[in-house]
């Protein structure tokens, strides 16, 4: 069967990883320990995908931007120690070795930093089926187009060859932005409500459904 995208770009916490949770717990611990006001966890997981500073902005606007350090330093404590236990979605290495063996790019555009995409990428064992990444410690963060159009770049792949498979708002306004067909998925950090008015060709509501989807339509 002809491929429709030829590189297939992948958002990770949320999408390819069970992570958005430990995310949103380790943000409101990280609020708790330096006395701020603890974020809601809709608004916690509202960040999920973009910067570090970007989110901890966003997270707790009341922060002044001297003492992102601070606040960054305990999130980092707490999700680490959580990040032994976060998995993969079942079924995901599956998935994506079978899109590898049928001739697509693979890629990853996340609001981690390097150093963080390069630890799971190596813990998953999962770095070889990838072509290439963008961080956002990188590049511009999400929503900003530049990850997609840095990858596309890169990859030598028209916006219309490409795909961007996400879970939040920020993902999905990133394709937008950079022209690129997109595919949401909702069992990660945003609700579908929130999704689905960026035009994604479709929304996944869980990881068994993402395989299938993509093999018959990507």
């Given at each position: 069967?002809?491929?429709?995208?030829?590189?297939?770009?992948?958002?990770?916490?949320?999408?390819?990883?069970?992570?958005?949770?430990?995310?949103?717990?380790?943000?409101?611990?990280?609020?708790?320990?330096?006395?701020?006001?603890?974020?809601?966890?809709?608004?916690?997981?509202?960040?999920?995908?973009?910067?570090?500073?970007?989110?901890?902005?966003?997270?707790?606007?009341?922060?002044?931007?001297?003492?992102?350090?601070?606040?960054?330093?305990?999130?980092?404590?707490?999700?680490?120690?959580?990040?032994?236990?976060?998995?993969?979605?079942?079924?995901?290495?599956?998935?994506?070795?079978?899109?590898?063996?049928?001739?697509?790019?693979?890629?990853?555009?996340?609001?981690?930093?390097?150093?963080?995409?390069?630890?799971?990428l190596e813990a998953t064992q999962l770095k070889s089926l990838f072509d290439s990444s963008r961080c956002a410690d990188e590049t511009h963060s999400k929503p900003h187009p530049a990850m997609l159009q840095e990858l596309m770049q890169e990859l030598l792949v028209e916006p219309e060859a490409t795909l961007m498979i996400g879970d939040t708002g920020h993902d999905l306004q990133m394709a937008v932005s950079a022209k690129v067909p997109a595919l949401a998925v909702s069992y990660g950090a945003h609700p579908r409500d929130s999704l689905t008015g960026f035009n994604p060709l479709a929304c996944i509501e869980t990881p068994q459904e993402l395989g299938p989807w993509l093999e018959k339509y990507a």
């Open positions: 069967m002809q491929k429709r995208f030829e590189l297939l770009v992948f958002d990770w916490d949320g999408t390819l990883m069970d992570s958005a949770g430990a995310i949103v717990a380790s943000i409101q611990e990280s609020c708790r320990d330096l006395g701020l006001r603890v974020p809601e966890r809709e608004r916690a997981a509202h960040v999920i995908g973009l910067g570090l500073k970007d989110a901890l902005s966003y997270a707790v606007p009341e922060l002044p931007p001297a003492d992102y350090g601070k606040l960054a330093e305990r999130y980092r404590h707490h999700y680490l120690a959580r990040d032994p236990g976060i998995e993969l979605f079942p079924g995901m290495r599956e998935m994506l070795a079978g899109l590898k063996r049928r001739g697509h790019l693979l890629a990853v555009a996340t609001g981690k930093s390097r150093v963080g995409l390069d630890r799971v």
